[in-house]
């Protein structure tokens, strides 16, 4: 259960972010082991001022991650390769110009409702 924030060019279409969200989770799911309905994602527009990738320029993408830790490094090593692979397909944003970092916490660092400590008081 990632916590995603996916941050694109502004002005894409509707199909073009869906495609990236669902890319995403494709790979969270493949690679990272999670449950197909563990899905929460954020997806910021920005101008292309706004999204600075070095001195890429063209169509890019974002990602960071917020996950509890406990996944191996081979596990994210997947991860990354699978959203480029996913990503470079469709919507057909070049390998090159995907950023992608993972932070992790742990299980205190997480309330999804009721102001409860979701992994900690069930």
């Known amino acids: ?27 969270a799911i493949g690679a990272l082991d999670f449950p197909e309905d563990d899905r929460y994602q954020l997806i910021t527009e920005y101008a292309e001022h706004a999204l600075q990738l070095q001195t890429r320029t063209g169509d890019r993408v974002m990602l960071s991650l917020v996950m509890r830790a406990g996944k191996t490094d081979a596990q994210k090593k997947a991860f990354y390769r699978q959203v480029v692979d996913k990503l470079s397909v469709d919507p057909g944003i070049e390998p090159h110009n995907m950023m992608i970092t993972i932070v992790e916490n742990r299980d205190i660092d997480w309330s999804f409702a009721d102001g409860q400590a979701s992994f900690i008081e069930r």
């Not at 990632?2 to 972010?17: D, R």
Request: net charge positive.
């Open 1 to 27: 259960m990632p916590f995603v924030n996916i941050a694109i060019l502004a002005g894409k279409s509707t199909q073009y972010a869906k495609a990236v969200a669902n890319g995403v989770n494709e790979a």
